[in-house]
């Protein structure tokens, strides 16, 4: 990335909390001159120097070298998802509502084909929850079982060992989000 644009970051971060550079240099102990050209792009700072505006802005040091994200970076159209069916199963389907998976979230929509298993016994690390957007199914945990209907939602601690099973004659469809994500 160019110099200018982490400049032109530290201007944008300082304008968003209304301060002058003044203001900045105060709180760095850098001089105002220094901190124009650092934002003009004719200065070439040192992480050290970086460090002291990031924390004086409070802001991470990363946010300067981030470039701003558009719209279309977090917008998904039905026909950008990507889909998983499990070779074991082609009676599920999931569908990934996120751009990507690097996030610290997950978001899907599965699918369950009338008579379908999620397939074994599984958990997750954080949290899941869930609502149930079409049909019904039932939420097979190790020791008891729930039917959910059209509407219902629920929320799953860490490590709750759990798969869905469609009972109905027609396909079922569960909303979903875990944290950290699973796939």
Avoid at 5 to 26: H, P, T
Avoid at 50 to 75: G, P, T
Avoid at 104 to 128: D, F, R, V, W
Avoid at 134 to 163: A, C, I, K, Y
Wanted: one cysteine or more.
């Amino acid at each position: 990335m160019a110099e200018m644009n982490i400049g032109q970051r530290v201007q944008q971060f300082r304008k968003n909390k209304s301060m002058s550079l003044k203001d900045l240099a105060e709180r760095t102990g850098l001089s105002q001159s220094m901190l124009s050209q650092l934002e003009r792009g004719l200065a070439n700072p040192s992480i050290n120097t970086l460090k002291q505006v990031a924390e004086a802005l409070d802001v991470a040091l990363f946010e300067f070298f981030s470039e701003d994200a558009s719209a279309d970076d977090f917008i998904i159209r039905p026909q950008q998802r990507k889909r998983l069916v499990l070779p074991e199963s082609m009676d599920v389907r999931y569908e990934f509502l996120t751009p990507d998976l690097g996030g610290s979230i997950e978001y899907c929509l599965m699918t369950l084909q009338p008579g379908a298993l999620s397939g074994p016994y599984q958990n997750h690390k954080g949290e899941e929850v869930g609502y149930i957007l079409q049909g019904s199914m039932t939420l097979e945990l190790e020791n008891e079982s729930r039917v959910l209907f059209q509407g219902d939602s629920l929320r799953l601690p860490p490590l709750t060992r759990h798969r869905w099973r469609n009972h109905s004659g027609q396909d079922a469809q569960l909303l979903f989000a875990v944290t950290p994500p699973s796939f």
